[in-house]
């Protein structure tokens, strides 16, 4: 039996389900899955929760199950017995865990939009015990993926048909999920695909813009990330920031053009839109410790 809560106001699909004992055995059973679009502004969670799964006063809810929660859009926080207070972005996923308290609600100026699947069974509880998954490693950074995204939609449409064996095709699928999730988070490719390719395709467009028309701010939020988050994950990845990297862009197309070309100082200062043929010297020597023309004499090799 399940109960099913849909609100088209608030945009929320959720399927609370009693699990049979025959379907406990398959190792993993699913009670709950939902979709909610929280708008800015809007109360969480809603009140169409059974008893037990809305959050008290105090905001500290304990289930007896497993959570995993995929944020699309908006912002929030999340924090656990195990897990520090961790603000939450579009494209990370946090999981819950039995018997600990946890909080977790999206920023009011933003809202969000959250995915869960929830569910018990010996599958989950051999993966805690082996540590393939520990109660402090509960934040995973997975990008918005249409992919993940999809997977839980394909779950809620199976429960929704109630066909016999939906329990079993749902855990499988559930599975999958988790089984992606260790994955990727082992390999840092997950987190870091996501990340690396914000990361290059405004390597990209500060290659694009030498002159710095677009300040860095503009280009995180063109690639929809944060700034304070795209500027620490770049300086983490790259070892300088993403203004080191556009003068370090600066630079290496001087050196090119006063090694290649008979371009004289003051055309490659225009070139590279210094407000002056001063200002590119300053700059330039600073850097390589040898003003322009020096360079261009010595050539890279001696320098």
């Known amino acids: 039996m399940e109960q099913d809560t849909k609100t088209t106001e608030k945009a929320a699909t959720f399927k609370y389900l009693q699990v049979a004992p025959r379907d406990k055995s398959w190792g993993l ?105 520990t109660f402090k ?68 467009m500060m290659k694009e813009d030498l002159a710095g028309e677009k300040d860095i701010e503009c280009i995180a939020a063109s690639l929809d990330i944060s700034y304070s988050l795209f500027r620490r994950e770049f300086k983490n990845r790259c070892g300088i920031s993403p203004g080191q990297y556009r003068q370090e862009l600066k630079l290496a197309k001087a050196k090119e053009l006063l090694y290649s070309t008979n371009l004289s100082v003051a055309e490659i200062s225009s070139k590279l839109h210094f407000e002056n043929i001063g200002q590119f010297s300053t700059f330039f020597k600073k850097k390589t410790g040898v003003p322009p023309l020096t360079f261009r004499k010595k050539g890279p090799q001696e320098l």
């Not at 929660?69 to 990370?92: N, Q």
């Open 29 to 133: 059973a699913v009670t709950t899955a939902g979709f909610q679009h929280i708008k800015p502004g809007e109360g969480y969670t809603l009140s169409t929760h059974p008893d037990g799964y809305s959050f008290p006063e105090n905001r500290r809810r304990v289930l007896n199950e497993y959570q995993l929660i995929y944020i699309t859009r908006g912002a929030g926080y999340f924090e656990s017995a195990s897990c520090s207070r961790t603000r939450i972005e579009a494209g990370m996923m946090f999981m819950l865990f039995p018997s600990e308290w946890h909080t977790f609600a999206p920023d009011p100026e933003t809202g969000w939009d959250d995915h869960w699947i929830g569910f018990n069974g010996s599958f989950m509880d051999d993966k805690i015990r082996t540590g393939f998954f």
């Open 137 to 204: 490693n509960c934040v995973f950074r997975v990008g918005v993926d249409d992919r993940l995204t999809n997977t839980y939609h394909e779950i809620l449409d199976l429960i929704s048909d109630g066909k016999k064996g939906y329990q079993q095709i749902v855990a499988s699928l559930t599975i999958s999920l988790i089984g992606r999730l260790y994955y990727e988070d082992l390999n840092h490719s997950f987190g870091n695909s996501y990340i690396m390719r914000i990361i290059n395709q405004a390597k990209a």
